[in-house]
């Protein structure tokens, strides 16, 4: 009995020796002296081993006294039921560091991080880099109107080009399909930066998605991993699209459920419509031998029909058109003779029963795809919802908040050190993301114009924060505190939270050099607001841990 509470006891202090996070420390920073934190590591380690050996040695000593008992007492009941006891108490000792385990998955990765409760910071980045600095709010201000606001009119003329050349080509690509045969495709939908007013980095790009359907009298049925069919829990994000006929479960015909006997046919459901059904489904872009709709057949039949379509209607415009990225479906690059170009993208799209949540085969690349993934499985896009979101949240902020022009300063810092250092798994959408959350949560007040440079402190905060923890949940999978006004579906609302940064976990050098270049992203900051700002004689460089005003 001493021996296997001494087992369990021990796998205990190993779980929590391997696994620091069951009790995790208040400040997660980065010391100040690395050496001296290496040394009381080492020193940790070495009290660690003696207290292991230590407890080996008590365990040792307490089975000789055990094995000593039992040959004193020569009872065959103790020899027959010694190897049961052991089986017991190791069984009960995995079973006790499974629990531990699984308690420490759920406890990083299980609930929605409520953002509005957490304990205070401001001393974070002081203390990680304590000769930080950002530029004050007049820096800032000048900055922004010289680099970023200058863009404005040039995004809108870019935007109007797009719209309406987009909206003839999509017109001539719907006159050379087959509406009997082919996908039926629906009016374009303006997404991302460009539509938020918040892009900052050239090209200009303007993000167009085209939902399609499928001709009658076919549907879409749709199964996603909250749907527990036929997609994996771990494929987060992601779903199937089925082609099925929609009388098919909706005849009333008893074909199916009563034999009908070799004398009997039945005039709806025989075996050579069934055949010709079963054709026809392959010709609707079906991957091989299955019903599910097929990612790269669909970015195929897109890219031809858009050059069917502006084949007809080419001869009405003095510039060329072309594809700009080979393995993606719709980027398109306007050429024209004077040698400018705009480049833009259109995404087809299925939508999500009723909702504005949409499947997207091609999802732009981020740095962080767990894996490769089947071109039957569809990435699930909030990007609608997004816009719509940013829309509610500006009208309820005072007037000329700062929450956009905070995030086009951290996207024109993040490209501009990406330039420098080479390309880094956090993206643009990370950053939009980490302001969702903070417009959540933060007081509409706090956004006013003259808090530019607080907001813009508190955001890198955020990041640097999710970045060490691994951890940035999609801001609508799983978050039950959005505004009903903005018809989310209530199935992804009461999902489990999405991690966006749980590849860091496995990639683990792509996270050593995300996190080189966000450290040297802050480092950077102040030289180049300054190389792309005008000298402000009466500018002061303020601390990155100074309170908010």
């Not at 080492?42 to 307490?62: F, G, P, T």
């Not at 050239?202 to 749907?227: G, M, Q, R």
């Not at 440079?453 to 060490?468: M, N, T």
């Not at 978050?479 to 990639?507: C, H, W, Y």
Request: aromatic share 10%; proline share 5%; charged share 25%.
């Amino acid at each position: 009995m001493p021996a296997g509470i001494l087992r369990v006891c021990f796998v205990v202090i190993a779980a929590v020796v391997n696994h620091p996070l069951l009790f995790p420390n208040e400040n997660i920073t980065v010391p100040e002296n690395t050496e001296e934190i290496i040394q009381k590591m080492k020193e940790r380690e070495e009290n660690l081993r003696l207290e292991r050996l230590k407890l080996e040695q008590e365990m040792a000593v307490q089975e000789t006294l055990t094995k000593s008992s039992e040959k004193a007492t020569k009872s065959e009941e103790h020899y027959t039921y010694d190897p049961l006891s052991w089986n017991f108490w190791t069984a009960l000792s995995l079973v006790v560091f499974l629990l531990i385990e699984l308690w420490r998955q759920d406890y990083q990765e299980g609930t929605w991080q409520d953002y509005s409760i957490e304990e205070d910071e401001n001393a974070v980045l002081g203390k990680a880099f304590k000769g930080v600095v950002l530029p004050d709010k007049v820096t800032l201000v000048n900055f922004y109107e010289r680099c970023i606001q200058s863009v404005t009119g040039e995004i809108a003329r870019n935007r109007e080009l797009v719209e309406g050349f987009a909206d003839d080509l999509l017109e001539a690509l719907r006159s050379v399909c087959n509406r009997d045969a082919d996908m039926e495709v629906e009016e374009s939908i303006g997404v991302g930066s460009m539509y938020e007013n918040w892009r900052v980095q050239k090209p200009l790009a303007c993000d167009l998605i085209v939902p399609f359907s499928p001709p009658e009298p076919y549907c879409f049925k749709f199964e996603t991993w909250l749907s527990g069919e036929s997609v994996p829990p771990d494929k987060q994000g992601y779903g199937m699209i089925k082609i099925c006929r929609a009388d098919e479960n909706s005849t009333g015909c008893i074909c199916d459920k009563t034999k009908l006997g070799e004398d009997l046919l039945c005039l709806l459901h025989s075996k050579r419509n069934q055949a010709r059904h079963d054709n026809h489904v392959e010709d609707l872009l079906c991957y091989k031998d299955s019903r599910y709709l097929d990612g790269d057949q669909v970015m195929t039949w897109f890219q031809v029909a858009l050059t069917k379509a502006w084949n007809k209607i080419s001869h009405k415009y003095e510039f060329n058109l072309t594809f700009s990225l080979l393995d993606s479906p719709g980027a398109l690059k306007i050429k024209f003779r004077s040698g400018k170009t705009i480049a833009f993208n259109l995404s087809p799209v299925v939508q999500f029963v009723d909702s504005d949540v949409y499947f997207i085969s091609h999802f732009p690349c981020s740095g962080l795809a767990e894996g490769s993934t089947s071109s039957i499985h569809w990435f699930l896009t909030f990007a609608v919802y997004e816009k719509r979101y940013i829309q509610f949240v500006s009208k309820i902020l005072p007037v000329n908040s700062c929450h956009l022009s905070c995030l086009q300063i951290l996207s024109f810092l993040h490209g501009k050190q990406c330039s420098l250092t080479g390309p880094s798994s956090l993206t643009n959408y990370h950053l939009k993301t980490a302001m969702l959350h903070l417009l959540q949560t933060h007081p509409t007040s706090n956004w006013a114009s003259d808090f530019l440079e607080a907001r813009l402190q508190d955001v890198l905060k955020f990041l640097e924060k999710s970045l060490q923890e691994k951890r940035l949940y999609h801001f609508f999978i799983g978050n039950r505190n959005l505004p009903e006004e903005l018809g989310i579906p209530v199935v992804f609302q009461k999902a489990e939270p999405m991690n966006l940064f749980r590849p860091f976990v496995l990639q683990r050098s792509a996270y050593r050099k995300t996190m080189d270049t966000f450290y040297e992203m802050l480092r950077n900051t102040a030289a180049l607001i300054n190389e792309y700002t005008v000298h402000v004689p009466m500018g002061r460089a303020t601390p990155l841990n100074k309170e908010p005003l």
